[in-house]
């Protein structure tokens, strides 16, 4: 949002501070080493940036410019290395969170041609899967950008910078409802276009800025409490969830070791107090072919007897995993399940004990 801000203010103003570039450049930063498939929005922001001022024949500047953003970026990015040197898991970092997520998640195989209309398909997907408010302001949003008292390089400078974002979200063609959140900083684009439009028949003073900020909040947090996934499970005591009652079973055992099979963590490492002893401890969204190191660990420990427990987070009813998994069951005893009654999909949670414990 800040860099969105810094963005539109050099385009009205026609300059940029290098504390700004730097201060975009931390964000981004910060970004590369949590969520990289985001920096579109910034490549994007610093390339138009940099033409802007080419173009101005500001050519130090344009230069200079770049300089900084990398300077700002590069912080993060040099104290995730030093964490990670000091705790050599420098190796695992590139391996992991690099190379596995850039090879074994998507599909890198398609032409580009096709890779730009399904990346097209699955921004609307997004877009009509986030409510009619964000279809409404995003729809707006092209033509706001038009009426916008800003010069014709700066509109296609933001479009430019909003197309990136949305291709290096769905660069790899995986599509899941929440990648669309950052996309919808560009709403404030329609936002400004409709404050702009109100304004010429309403003029603003500090009241009605303050009312309009009021509501706002208001809004926002009485959607955010009833307009949520979580409502479900609002008013549900700890006692009542299953990942609550197994811990209570688990914790009965002195030291625990616990692996979260089947699925992405459901919660019982936090619940538990566990910190995981295997090098794999859930079943990333990654098919087999792609990464089979991960599956076969996974099998390698239930063989192995490597922890105390397994938690086996799964749709399948118990005869289905007795079928996958025979040496889950040669080697451990079910001591209970639980429904998961908060999530879609009939999910449910095993509990498994080392045998001869």
């Keep these: 949002m800040i860099t969105l801000y810094f963005f539109l203010d050099f385009f009205v103003n026609n300059k940029i501070t290098y504390k700004r570039l730097f201060v975009a450049g931390l964000c981004a930063g910060c970004v590369l080493i949590s969520k990289y498939t ?63 997520n850039m090879t074994a998640y998507g599909n890198l195989k398609t032409g580009l041609i096709m890779r730009m209309l399904k990346i097209a398909s699955g921004f609307l997907k997004g877009l009509c899967k986030n409510g009619i408010i964000q279809i409404i302001l995003l729809v707006l949003m092209p033509i706001c950008l038009i ?24 660069w790899g063609l995986v599509y899941y409802i929440y990648y669309f959140m950052p996309i919808q900083i560009f709403m404030l684009i329609s936002l400004i276009g409709v404050a702009t439009l109100i304004n010429k028949y309403i003029k603003f003073n500090k009241w ?15 959607l955010s409490y009833f307009k949520t996934n979580y409502k479900i499970c609002r008013f549900m005591k700890k006692e009542e969830m299953p990942q609550y009652k197994l811990a209570q079973i688990i914790n009965e055992e002195e030291n625990p070791t616990l692996i979260n ?97």
């Design 38 to 100: 985001l920096l579109g929005f910034w490549f994007g922001f610093m390339a138009c940036i940099f033409f802007n001022l080419i173009l101005n024949k500001q050519y130090k500047k344009s230069i200079m410019s770049c300089l900084i953003f990398l300077l700002g970026m590069s912080i993060p990015f040099i104290i995730s290395l030093i964490y990670m040197g000091i705790n050599g898991g420098i190796k695992e970092y590139f391996n992991v969170y690099f190379y596995i």
């Design 147 to 170: 009426k916008m008292n800003i010069s014709k390089s700066a509109k296609i400078s933001i479009f430019i910078t909003f197309v990136f974002t949305v291709v290096g979200i769905y």
């Design 208 to 222: 009605s800025i303050i009312f309009l900020i009021s509501i706002s909040i208001i809004t926002t947090v009485s």
């Design 261 to 357: 099979e089947g699925e992405l963590d459901c919660g019982i490492y936090t619940m538990s107090n566990i910190i995981p002893s295997t090098y794999f401890f859930m079943r990333n969204n990654i098919s087999y072919d792609k990464y089979p190191r991960m599956e076969d660990s996974l099998k390698e420990y239930i063989k192995e007897k490597s922890t105390k427990f397994i938690v086996y987070y799964t749709t399948m009813n118990l005869g289905g995993l007795e079928e996958k998994e025979p040496e889950l069951f040669n080697n451990y005893d079910l001591i209970t399940y639980q429904e998961q009654t908060t999530r879609p999909g009939n999910f449910t949670l095993y509990l498994f004990k080392m045998k001869n414990l």
